[in-house]
């Protein structure tokens, strides 16, 4: 099951299946909101101590990864199968909240991070999704055919130092 690091909380019971497709996955947060004062010396600029102070977690939980499912199993204790996107579940009221903190972060917007109700959806979708690329995927072995690789341009040429030159430089430094 979802590994919390915080204790999940009392009213959870029902569960969403993540997909996530960033490499080493991600964790995900939820924080306390300040209290009245801290926000009120927060938009005063007034100095109060406590506004330094980092933000305390609600709770936190940590999505699996594209590079988790190679030796991974499911729920079921069957292998997962590989699609690019690591599977986690998590409490569904957690992820309401912290979509609607995070909704317009890159990896929800294009898809990267995405909930299903199910696991066999969370699995069908991510089929779906396998050709999708996040920009995080190693180079391929033959640079020359990765999309990353600017082809357009000539490979760097050798360039010979000038003996003479250097020559003079080195007259130059005292040498």
């Given at each position: 099951m979802a590994e919390a690091n915080q204790a999940t909380r009392a009213n959870s019971t029902k569960l969403v299946w993540i997909g996530c497709k960033?490499?080493?996955?991600?964790?995900?947060?939820?924080?306390?909101?300040?209290?009245p004062d801290v926000r009120k010396a927060m938009e005063l600029g007034l100095s109060n101590p406590r506004v330094f102070m980092p933000p305390v977690v609600k709770a936190r939980f940590t999505?699996?990864?594209?590079?988790?499912?190679?030796?991974?199993?499911?729920?079921?204790?069957?292998?997962?199968?590989?699609?690019?996107y690591g599977i986690t579940p998590i409490p569904e009221d957690f992820w309401n909240e912290w979509l609607a903190q995070h909704k317009g972060k890159a990896a929800v917007m294009r898809g990267f991070i995405f909930a299903m109700p199910n696991e066999r959806a969370a699995m069908?979708?991510?089929?779906?999704?396998a050709a999708e690329a996040t920009g995080l995927e190693p180079l391929r072995?033959?640079?020359?055919?990765?999309?990353?690789?600017?082809?357009?341009?000539?490979?760097?040429e050798r360039v010979e130092a000038d003996?003479?030159?250097?020559?003079?430089?080195?007259?130059?430094n005292g040498g």
């Open positions: 960033l490499p080493q996955g991600a964790t995900l947060e939820l924080f306390e909101e300040p209290s999505l699996k990864g594209a590079n988790s499912v190679v030796n991974d199993f499911s729920v079921r204790g069957l292998a997962q199968p590989s699609f690019g069908s979708e991510s089929k779906d999704r072995p033959d640079v020359q055919n990765d999309r990353r690789v600017n082809t357009g341009s000539r490979p760097e003996a003479t030159h250097l020559a003079r430089l080195n007259k130059a």
